[in-house]
């Protein structure tokens, strides 16, 4: 088992910056594929972005591609998202992921929630226009 611990969220105006942490503890951290996904009031929960093991592998949604960036420290156990340029579009509940396995065999499957085993009880973030 994994357990994941969001952090970082909050109230901030459109266009600017939040960083998201998420904190794993339980099986070994770094063998694990990580991901952010989020879920807006009445809509469905998304993939935001993910990146393998290594940190060889990283994957975006094109409506926050150029603006956020996911890293790892693995000698942390600790998985950040830097979201800069926030629009109030962004205003959502974020979740952090993660996946048995180094990576994964295909592009696509890092955009499928039904890939990732483990879950965080996630974040608001609220950006205000």
């Known amino acids: 088992q994994v357990q994941l611990v969001e952090s970082g969220g909050g109230l901030v105006q459109a266009g600017g910056s939040l960083r998201l942490s998420c904190a794993a503890s339980?099986?070994?951290?770094?063998?694990?594929?990580m991901g952010w996904f989020r879920q807006a009031p009445g809509k469905e929960r998304e993939f935001v972005s993910a990146?393998?093991?290594?940190?060889?592998?990283?994957h975006y949604a094109d409506s926050v591609k150029g603006r956020f960036t996911i890293s790892r420290d693995n000698a942390k156990n600790t998985v950040y998202l830097q979201m800069n340029s926030l629009k109030p579009e962004d205003t959502a509940v974020y979740y952090c992921t993660a996946a048995d396995g180094t990576s994964f065999s295909g592009s696509a499957y890092y955009y499928s929630r039904s890939r990732y085993d483990y879950w965080g009880q996630g974040t608001q973030v609220t950006v205000s226009s």
């Open positions: 990146i393998s093991w290594s940190g060889a592998t990283i």
């Open positions: 339980g099986r070994t951290f770094s063998r694990n594929v």
